[in-house]
């Protein structure tokens, strides 16, 4: 069965405006939250994630029956298409918990495994960032539509750089790579989540390195960043679709000054 993907992605769009009024009936009001972390890592959900992923599963499968889910709280629904959907409910939970609006709602049509549509909502700000192979654009509240971009000029020197946190590295040679990179930038600065990557979409920043994310953090981020013209990839320059340590970049040519600066780093303590 085919899958128009305009049809998919305004079903998407209408989808998450509905699930943003989910997320915010919890947002910045009392509300519970479970450690589903280990090791004495802090792995914060809430109602509001488990809520938001029940909606979008329960909205595809009557829209779509036979396409597949994989999401971050619910796991993997396989469907008997081609078709998938992967969704990250509340993508920042850190940030949401804190009343911080750099949270946002993850959703991605893939196609074979690869996601070929990607859409994230930030339901205080009213803001929906999309891409695919059309194009990528940012959907505001009021209904203004406007065009995304990277900044194809920058180049390391002169480029901003964001990271969540430090403690999103899961190896200290990980974040020594990082800062590494960072050295070398105008600026550096923390915080973000999904919000990052989206702001690097829209031309405001450079940079964002992170490790030890998940297939569901990065998807359905990408074909956002590539249809405004950046780059995703792996520290190794191959795919990022698995999560991982990933580089996205505002052009390619940023992208392989990043990379290059990753080797040099790991050249340095003897990692080739």
């Not at 993850?106 to 700000?125: F, K, N, S, T, V």
């Not at 803001?127 to 194009?135: A, D, H, K, R, V």
């Amino acid at each position: 069965m085919t899958t128009d993907t305009r049809a998919a992605l305004a079903f998407a769009g209408e989808l998450l405006a509905q699930a943003g009024e989910i997320a915010l009936q919890h947002f910045r009001q009392p509300l519970e939250v479970t450690d589903k972390g280990a090791a004495g890592r802090f792995d914060p959900v809430t109602i509001a994630d488990r809520a938001v992923e029940e909606f979008l599963r329960e909205a595809i499968r009557a829209r779509f029956p036979d396409h597949g889910i994989v999401g971050e709280e619910h796991g993997t629904i396989a469907g008997d298409s081609r078709f998938s959907w992967i969704i990250d409910p509340i993508d920042g939970t850190r940030a949401f918990i804190s009343g911080v609006p750099a949270w946002g709602i993850l959703l991605g049509l893939r196609e074979d495994q690869r996601c070929i549509a990607g859409l994230m909502h930030q339901p205080y700000l009213g803001e929906t960032f999309c891409g695919s192979g059309e194009g990528a654009w940012l959907q505001l509240r009021h209904g203004e539509r406007r065009a995304l971009r990277t900044r194809q000029d920058t180049r390391l020197a002169d480029a901003i750089l964001y990271c969540t946190h430090p403690s999103i590295f899961p190896l200290p040679a990980e974040l020594a790579d990082f800062e590494h990179v960072a050295a070398r930038c105008r600026l550096m600065r923390y915080g973000g989540d999904c919000y990052s990557y989206c702001l690097l979409a829209l031309g405001q920043i450079d940079l964002v390195i992170e490790g030890g994310l998940q297939a569901y953090d990065i998807q359905p981020l990408i074909p956002i960043i590539e249809a405004a013209g950046g780059v995703v990839s792996a520290r190794d320059g191959g795919s990022a679709a698995a999560g991982g340590f990933v580089v996205a970049a505002a052009n390619p040519a940023l992208h392989a000054e990043a990379l290059a600066a990753l080797r040099e780093a790991a050249a340095a303590r003897g990692d080739c």
